[in-house]
């Protein structure tokens, strides 16, 4: 189960997510611009950008974003949209990279790591890099948005099988994901199955292994007071007003770089 995030997942995944509302979650973002950054926000830096669900919008709106994905198969998507939409390149960049080693020599007013991007980073040592390469790209007094699993909930619920049918203009996607816990190591592993049908005819099959940590906010205080952050305020997601509780699977954080 190699290729995380590889071409046949890469080529479905918008499909999968179609409806995750990244519209609503863009708005909630400027609105932290708004809230926290003093309106000085105009360049970001989104880490983990998957097909720029999030980069696109945002430079739609005039943000100046460069987006970073160790996926090629992922990004190659993210510059497909961003051509189908004739978006100006002035604005909006794709790069491939590694989110706990790259340096792009410049730095931005914000950084995004959404979609459980931080989760992704298994051992501290992974998370401390992922986030001093925030720190190390962002201007002082720069934010940090990040979505996180939340320890409290996670526990509280425990992952269940779930299944999603996706009627697509040939046939459906049809994903079933698993997940189990292990506990000592604060992380979830989701088995994905991805079956791609034209017709009756079965044209794809992929099966994908995402092992993705959640996280307790005095560890998250932690990691990101050693990393060069102040944590502003960590709200419920997408109601990110609300605080968070053992209910709240997700959520959204915002950290200022000092």
Sequence with gaps: MSDVFGAIYANAYDTLYQDKDYATECELIERIFQTFGDNSIHSILDLGCGTGSHAIPLAQEGFEVIGVDRSESMLAQARKKATGLGM????????????????????ADSALMMFAVL???????????????????????????????????????????????????????????????????????????????????????????????????????????????????????PEFDRDPSEETWNVLGVARAV
Excluded: M
């Design 119 to 237: 989760g992704y980073q298994l051992q501290n040592a992974n998370v401390f890099s992922a986030l001093k390469t925030a720190r190390r790209h962002l201007r002082l007094g720069g934010l940090l948005i990040f979505d996180v699993w939340y320890g409290p909930a996670v526990l509280h619920q425990r992952p269940s099988q779930r299944v999603k049918v996706i009627p697509t203009p040939g046939g459906q996607i049809l994903r079933v994901a698993s997940g189990k816990l292990d506990i000592r190591w604060h992380v979830c592993t989701v088995d994905f199955h991805v079956w791609r049908l034209e017709g009756e005819r079965l044209v794809a099959e992929k099966e994908e292994s995402h092992s993705v940590r959640y996280f307790f906010p005095l560890e998250l205080d932690l990691f990101l007071e050693c990393s060069g952050f102040n944590l502003i305020r960590l709200g419920a997601f």
């Design 88 to 107: 100006n390149k002035n604005n909006i960049a794709f790069q491939k990279g590694d989110i706990c080693s790259i340096n792009l020599q410049r730095q």
